[in-house]
């Protein structure tokens, strides 16, 4: 019977490093209703994992498991799920809150409504480096607001996967994304990778960067992970009457911002998150539709940087994404 049945699930029963984190064989509960069971190929992490094991995001059960997004194929299926998913291969869309599911195992149960197709041209590692990045693009940059033919696209932390996502979506519907980075290392790799511009944020002047490659105008729509207070200086980067969508913190300092340099620019501060789309059944389906026909036509190429091989290797790369070096999607598989 399924309940006698084990699986492997990464395991973490208190706030700490990447070391928090253990492999472990538990039994495999039934299945509910509406869910599935998923036989993992590939894991993709993202940036909110490590916080949600800091406990810097929203607060786990513990022992926790983590993780948002699997590819690999369904293996069993709960009642009123159509039984017909069974030896399909799926990817997980992260629409279900980390409480209740994780992906970090060999096998998962995940809600069957967050299984979607992918185009069949993609690996294992490329179907589970899809859906976070490029809905969190497409949250702000086409459902929030809309991205239109010559818009100045400013975004922040380039090199993430969703930076990544953004300069893809952002040259599709004909805009000119201008990537930042902190140091020049990254710089010629955004470009190549479809950055129109990019700006070395601690070595140069960022607001003067910004304005004068848009004519002294500013960035149309700013799409920003960092916050802190480099929001003062993406606020003066930013058009009247322009947008700053915030959708991450990776600085931990305060946010502050200059409220006489916001009234001036009349600048809008929003936040802006995956969930947006998510909490609207239309908006998410349209979206995914979006996501695939861009990977059919080979405008949106999800970026591999690592894979690390097998599920006792998570340790080492969390330690792999903490530091900084990636330019694309860390995987273990």
């Known amino acids: 019977a399924q309940q006698q049945q084990t699986t492997r699930l990464v395991l973490f029963r208190g706030y700490g490093g990447a070391e928090v984190q253990t492999v472990e064989e538990v039994p495999l509960r039934a299945l509910a209703k509406g869910e599935a069971l998923l036989q993992v190929k590939a894991i993709g992490l993202n940036r909110g994992e ?5 406990g810097l995001f929203i607060k786990p059960r513990f022992p926790s498991t983590n993780g948002w997004e699997a590819s690999g194929i369904v293996e069993a299926v709960g009642e ?11 990817s997980v869309v992260p629409m279900f809150s980390l409480e209740t599911y994780g992906t970090y195992g060999e096998r998962v149960i995940v809600p069957a409504h967050a299984l979607s197709e992918y185009p069949s041209s993609l690996s294992w590692a490329e179907a589970t480096s899809v859906w976070m990045q490029y809905l969190t693009a497409y949250s702000p940059l086409m459902y929030l607001d809309r991205v239109k ?13 969703i ?9 599709a519907e004909g805009g000119i994304p201008i990537a930042t980075t902190r140091s020049s290392k990254k710089k010629a790799q955004l470009l190549e990778l479809g950055a129109k511009h990019a700006i070395a944020t601690e ?7 910004v304005l004068a490659i848009t004519n002294g105008a500013g960035a149309d729509i700013t799409f920003d992970c960092v916050a802190g207070p480099l929001i003062d200086k993406l606020v ?17 300092q305060p946010t502050t911002v ?5 009234m001036q620019r009349s600048v809008a501060l929003r936040g802006c998150s995956l969930y947006d789309l998510v909490k609207d059944t239309e908006a998410i389906q349209k979206a995914l539709l979006y996501v695939r026909a861009r990977l059919d036509d080979g405008s949106f190429k999800p970026r591999v940087d690592k894979v690390f091989k097998g599920l006792d290797s998570i340790v080492e790369a969390h330690r792999y994404m903490e530091s900084d070096q990636q330019i694309g999607k860390i995987v273990v598989s």
């Open 203 to 209: 070595e140069e002047d960022l607001v003067a960067q």
């Open 258 to 262: 200059n409220v006489l340099g916001l």
């Open 80 to 90: 009123g799920v159509d039984p017909s998913l069974v030896g399909q291969p799926r």
């Open 236 to 252: 003066q980067a930013t058009k009247y009457r322009g947008t700053v969508y915030t959708y991450g913190y990776l600085d931990h």
């Open 163 to 171: 930076g990544l996502a953004a300069i893809e979506l952002v040259n």
């Open 50 to 54: 490590i916080k949600f094991r800091q």
């Open 149 to 161: 033919k010559g818009d100045y696209v400013l975004i922040t932390a380039a090199s993430s996967t």
